[in-house]
C-alpha cells in the first residue's frame, strides 16, 4: 500500500453479498495484514433488492475518521449503487462496475467485469458473484495481499462451501489480471463529471 489511507466503497442491491464482501476485505487487511482498519454499513429497509453499501478504510497508521470521505476505489454492483455513489470517488479514483447490471458508466476511469455472469457461467452460481469482485478488487488495489483476502475468506465463509467460493475469488482475481489500469486515464476529468 503506497498510501497511507485507502478507501473502498462496495455497493449494490441487498442479497448480493456487499457486507460479506466488506467484512472478509476488513479481515484480510486487519487480521491477516496487520493494517488499521474500519469497517461499517448501510442497507435500505429491503432484505433483498434494496440498496447496501458497506465501506472499508485501510490505513498504514491509526484512524482518526472512520467513515469514508473520498473514496479511492468504488465497486458497484447494479447501476442504481452507481449512479448514487460515483460522485463520492476521487479525481483519481478507480470506478468497478458488474458489467452484467451496470450499462452507463459515467467516467472512462473505469473497469467493468461481468462479475455476475462470471459468477454464473465459470463457476455455476450467481450467489458467489461477490466473491468473483472481491477478487478482482484486491487484484486491482493491492492493498492486501491476495494470501491474506483467501485466508480469510476461508474462516468466513459457512463450512462446505469453501471451494466455491475459493473458485470464485480467483475467477475474479483472473479477470482483473487482464485489466491495463495503466491505459486508463490519471483522473475522471471535469468534463466528465459534468455529464453525469
Do not use: W
Not at 142 to 154: G, I, N, P, R
Amino acid at each position: 500500500m503506497k498510501q497511507e489511507r485507502y478507501e473502498i466503497c462496495l455497493s449494490g442491491s441487498g442479497g448480493q453479498g456487499i457486507i460479506t464482501a466488506a467484512i472478509v476485505l476488513a479481515e484480510a487487511a486487519g487480521i491477516y495484514g496487520r493494517k488499521h482498519v474500519c469497517q461499517s454499513q448501510s442497507y435500505g429497509p429491503e432484505a433483498r433488492g434494496g440498496t447496501s453499501k458497506a465501506e472499508v478504510v485501510i490505513a498504514s497508521k491509526a484512524i482518526d475518521y472512520p467513515k469514508a470521505t473520498k473514496l479511492d476505489l468504488l465497486l458497484a454492483m447494479n447501476q442504481a449503487s452507481c449512479d448514487t455513489y460515483y460522485r463520492n470517488l476521487k479525481s483519481e479514483g478507480l470506478l468497478v462496475v458488474d458489467s452484467s447490471l451496470v450499462h452507463q458508466i459515467p467516467t472512462r476511469r473505469s473497469v467493468a467485469i461481468a462479475f455476475t455472469l462470471i459468477a454464473r457461467k465459470e463457476i455455476g452460481k450467481e450467489l458467489v458473484a461477490n466473491m468473483v469482485a472481491l477478487g478482482a478488487v484486491g487484484q486491482l488495489t493491492h492493498v492486501v495481499s491476495l494470501k491474506s483476502l483467501e485466508a480469510a475468506l476461508m474462516a468466513k465463509v459457512p463450512k462446505g462451501t469453501e471451494k466455491i467460493n475459493r473458485e470464485a475469488l480467483h475467477a475474479g482475481i483472473r479477470a482483473a489480471k487482464k485489466v491495463d489500469l495503466k491505459a486508463l486515464p490519471k483522473t475522471i476529468t471535469q468534463d466528465e463529471e459534468e455529464e453525469v
